[in-house]
């Protein structure tokens, strides 16, 4: 709706025209017949209704002009108590129209012979003019409407901008800030009371650069106001192809390692109480972690594959006063070997082919105060054992494609299922790092080696899966615990919660018997192969052989790279340099 009072002031500058130009008096009315302005006896009386308007209601209703010659004596006179005894002479009255609405009327009143002469002999001049005055206050209302049109939408889009956790600045083709949210002051220390070019807030070349090209941008970039690290995302704004400007958004570096923070320090609260065992073994290591815990050494923990080296790895975590930082895992035998560098050490934008926009943190900056585990860090080909050894030595990680150097502060927890000291003497691991892991060396024993502990990783499993699962169990037999004690358990503790969330599943409630356990549990391991050399490759051979016999002999589809403790790719791999037939193949 358009409304004449919005431009009081513009109403009664065009009425104060009028009147001197025609020297008449004037007087324009709004839609509800309320005086907006007026001139000369009229102008006192602005702002009140003109209870005996009945012209004006006429010319309001139809959107017809109406000039009276007659006042008191016209058709349109006869509901006016003043009929007949009309003080006015003549008038003529015109719709001021807005589209389809009509908005008011503008009105000339003469008192004297005179102005009535003057109005009788210019009719259709004054018509015309009066028309074209309502014409200007038309586009003056328009224009007033689609201001206030536009400071309520700036007034919204502020709102919604101040109410985001990110710095939004606006600027034009010149590089001048045109709006600004309130977190983006703070953290350029914007004043509010002077015009800020880009040049002055930020290290603007490399953005814009991208902006004239009409590209976006990412990365850090550095205020010029103060100290605190930025990260900035560029969006050009573009009119046919036209580059008008763009919008930039910033954060604190500072808050987004906290909300990494935040992402990456594990749920899973893992206590030494946790890991289930009595037996003279396990009650050493546990001893011997926790007591390595609230230092800053290096570790390396070996064991077979199963044996709970990440879950040792946690609870030494939470157990130092790093607990409340990231931990970060990464199997460095299940990442193909031109993917792992850049898991690691993160990259630059633009580095190589595929690269992400605005590059990656690598999960060494990540892990930064906290620890990060590199399991199986016996698979790590050695141009990357290279890079390793760097960061451990100087405590600053590279990612790739640049050349800047982070400072870090990290704990390194390494694992394996290999024998390192012997990949040493062949060649297959450098022996500077391996002395770098192995200042406190950690060793699990395999399953096998503590059966004592098996009935109470029972226990443990029963009350997890039945839980898990949600199926009641109301126990195991003695004899069931025996035969499981007896077995070797190639797979050590994970083979071990397989073969129990399988008996939880297929008893459906009651006890557990024998009866229930798998096939191959039940009958036992296969007889051991005949080593018929002590070379390491065909003692791998023969290995890798066993291993897809069990399978293939037992016809399930238990994944033969986990029992040998390998990634599936080394598994292929091993099978391809092997030459091992194809009815012996994994699939």
């Not at 002479?89 to 807005?98: D, Q």
């Not at 010149?174 to 002077?194: E, F, P, R, S």
């Not at 290096?298 to 990440?310: D, N, P, R, V, W």
Request: charged content about 25%; glycine content about 6%.
């Amino acid at each position: 709706m358009y409304h004449l009072r919005d431009i009081k002031s513009t109403v009664q500058q065009t009425a104060d025209a009028i009147a001197e130009a025609l020297k008449i008096e004037v007087e324009i009315a709004d839609a509800d017949l309320i005086r907006v302005a007026g001139t000369g006896k009229y102008k006192s009386r602005c702002g009140c209704p003109m209870d005996a308007g009945f012209v004006y209601r006429h010319v309001m209703k139809t959107g017809v002009a109406v000039i009276i010659d007659n006042p008191g004596f016209n058709e349109l006179c006869q509901p006016c108590t003043c009929r007949g005894n009309c003080l006015e002479y003549a008038e003529v009255a015109i719709p001021i129209r807005v589209e389809d609405q009509i908005i008011g009327v503008i009105g000339l009143v003469s008192f004297d012979e005179e102005q009535t002469k003057r109005l009788m002999d210019n009719k259709k001049s004054l018509q015309l003019f009066l028309e074209k005055m309502a014409e200007l206050l038309v586009g003056k209302v328009v224009e007033s409407q689609q201001n206030d049109e536009q400071q309520r939408l700036t007034s919204q889009l502020l709102t919604v901008l101040n109410l985001l956790h990110d710095g939004i600045l606006l600027i034009n083709n010149q590089q001048q800030v045109t709006h600004y949210n309130t977190l983006a002051g703070k953290m350029l220390d914007i004043d509010a009371q002077k015009e800020h070019a880009l040049y002055q807030l930020l290290d603007n070349k490399k953005l814009w650069l991208a902006v004239e090209r009409g590209e976006p941008f990412s990365g850090p970039i550095k205020g010029k106001r103060v100290a605190t690290q930025l990260y900035c995302d560029v969006v050009p704004i573009k009119n046919n192809e036209v580059i008008e400007g763009a919008v930039i958004t910033l954060r604190d570096m500072q808050q987004i390692k906290k909300l990494v923070k935040a992402a990456t320090v594990s749920e899973i609260e893992t206590h030494f109480s946790q890991i289930v065992g009595n037996s003279t073994r396990m009650k050493e290591l546990k001893a011997m972690a926790l007591h390595v815990a609230p230092s800053k050494a290096t570790l390396l923990i070996q064991g077979e594959s199963g044996t709970g080296k990440e879950l040792l790895a946690r609870a030494i975590h939470q157990s130092s006063s790093r607990k409340g930082h990231a931990f970060i895992a990464i199997n460095c035998g299940a990442i193909p070997e031109n993917l792992l560098e850049s898991e690691l050490f993160g990259y630059e934008e633009g580095s190589f082919t595929g690269a992400k926009r605005g590059g990656k943190l690598g999960k060494f900056e990540l892990s930064h105060n906290g620890t990060i585990f590199l399991d199986e860090i016996g698979d790590m080909p050695l141009h990357l054992q290279v890079k390793i050894l760097r960061v451990l030595q100087e405590r600053r990680v590279e990612r790739i494609g640049s050349t800047r150097s982070i400072p870090l502060d990290v704990r390194v927890i390494a694992a394996t299922h290999r024998d390192l000291d012997e990949m040493v003497k062949t060649g297959e691991f450098r022996e500077d790092l391996y002395y770098r892991l192995n200042v406190i060396p950690l060793t699990i024993p395999p399953l096998r080696d503590r059966r004592e502990d098996v009935p109470a990783l029972i226990q443990f499993y029963l009350d997890y899966y039945s839980t898990v699962t949600d199926r009641s169990v109301s126990g195991i037999t003695q004899e069931t615990i025996e035969i499981l004690t007896r077995y070797p358990w190639p797979g050590n503790v994970r083979e071990l919660g397989n073969v129990i969330e399988y008996c939880v599943t297929m008893v459906a409630g009651g006890m557990i018997t024998s009866e229930f356990l798998p096939q191959r549990i039940k009958t036992g391991p296969k007889p051991e192969f005949q080593i018929s050399s002590l070379n390491l490759k065909e003692l791998e051979r023969e290995a890798i052989m066993k291993a897809l016999t069990l399978v293939e002999t037992e016809g399930h589809k238990e994944d033969v790279a986990k029992l040998l403790g390998i990634s599936r790719a080394s598994l292929y791999r091993k099978i391809k340099e092997y030459q091992i037939e194809e009815s012996k193949r994994f699939s």
